[in-house]
């Protein structure tokens, strides 16, 4: 299952700071962020549903992040 989140994740940065802990928080995944599309995206490729657990993860660490239709 793929879901595709709006983020507020704006500089590359930022992203290359939280992509280690989100590989350590989602083991068997594959995610990546396209920050040059207006939604700033994070994409996440995973087994199971985790979109909840990807919103919390992004609270948790000072972004916010919402589910793209």
């Known amino acids: 299952m793929v879901e595709v989140f709006s983020t507020n994740v704006l500089q590359p940065a930022d992203a290359a700071k939280i992509t280690p802990l989100l590989a350590d928080a989602f083991p068997g995944c594959t995610f990546n ?15 199971e549903d ?4 990807v919103i919390s993860f992004f609270r948790r660490h000072n972004f916010s992040c919402s589910v793209l239709p």
């Open 33 to 47: 962020f396209d920050l040059e599309d207006c939604d700033k995206i994070f994409r996440i490729e995973s087994a």
């Open 50 to 53: 985790v979109t909840e657990k």
